[in-house]
């Protein structure tokens, strides 16, 4: 029992401190492989409740919704291009739920 309280802990500890690692933008990790240029970057998603509004606001990091994304180093967690991603991925999922 006390393994599972201290797993416990470890995991709430280590949430919190995720959670106040991520930057104001929402970017959690920002890698150049060549600089300005194309980059890894892991940012949280975008909350469903403002995908479709004129100002989108990312989900809190510790939901766990996290896009991996590969491409331009100017990429904005909240631009018009991951905007356009989410709400395609989201019509998708959609559909298939309808169709099971």
């Not at 280590?14 to 890698?31: N, P, T």
């Not at 510790?62 to 395609?88: F, H, L, N």
Request: with cysteine; aromatic share 8%; glycine share 8%.
């Amino acid at each position: 029992m006390k393994r599972i309280g201290t797993m416990v802990s470890m995991l709430v500890l280590a949430g919190s401190l995720a959670g106040s690692a991520m930057a104001e933008d929402g970017i959690l990790l920002k890698e150049p492989f060549t600089p300005d240029s194309y980059c890894h970057m892991k940012f949280t998603a975008i909350n469903e409740s403002t995908l479709f509004a004129s100002d989108p606001r990312l989900k809190d990091a510790s939901s766990g919704d996290v896009i991996d994304y590969y491409g331009s180093c100017d990429e904005s967690p909240t631009g018009a291009d991951q905007v356009a991603a989410q709400k395609r991925e989201l019509t998708r999922h959609h559909w298939d739920l309808d169709e099971s």
